[in-house]
């Protein structure tokens, strides 16, 4: 519970000591989960769980949440079991909401369809390699292919690397971007306001 109090709440709210923590095998599941979701949508043709369908009500349910964030969160520690129970539910839905915008975003990007992907990948591979072996034909001579196969596979391993490297990290991001901006939102309505008119309420 507390693990899940300081994940949700940040740490201007909680009073876990999880922001103490380093959590770089969150951000990488954070990831994993978000490229999971698009690969099930791009092979399947299927929403899951409404993942990527961003409409204007769960937009504005989103703004709203974000707004009224800093107000939910200050007597957290002084409600009953089922307000708080409560108040992890409203958190855990705008995380849903962020990866649901982090999923339309990425999934866009894949133009290929399932049923091209066989020819589109071994079209990649001829030309690359037909390039590397090109640009080697002068200067290695009888070891032009050799040395083009090599050069093109290489070329090929490191981009893959690279796209599953963006891939992974970029949803990471996208969240942590998210958690900076409401922080630095609560922090201005709790110094601003709660604070000032709601001494005794913390």
Known sequence: ?????????????????????KHFWLFIIY???????????????????????????????????????????????????????????????????????????????LTVNVSDLQPFVIDYLNKTLETYTTKYAASSGSFATVTGVLAGGLHVILMILLNLAIVMVVPGLIYIAFRVAQFIWDWLINTLILKRFFPSKR
């Open 31 to 109: 990831g994993l989960l978000c490229n999971c979701i698009v690969l099930y949508t791009y092979l399947f043709s299927m929403r899951l769980l409404g993942f990527g369908d961003v409409s204007m009500p769960l937009f504005a349910a989103f703004i709203v949440l974000f707004v009224a964030s800093p107000f939910i969160n200050f007597r957290y520690y002084r409600m009953p079991l089922w307000g708080k129970l409560l108040v992890l539910a409203e958190k855990i839905f705008k995380s849903y909401l962020v990866l649901s915008y982090t999923v339309s975003l990425m999934l866009p990007r």
């Open 1 to 21: 519970m507390d693990y899940l109090e300081g994940l949700m709440l940040g740490r201007l709210w909680s009073d876990t000591d999880y922001e103490n923590r």
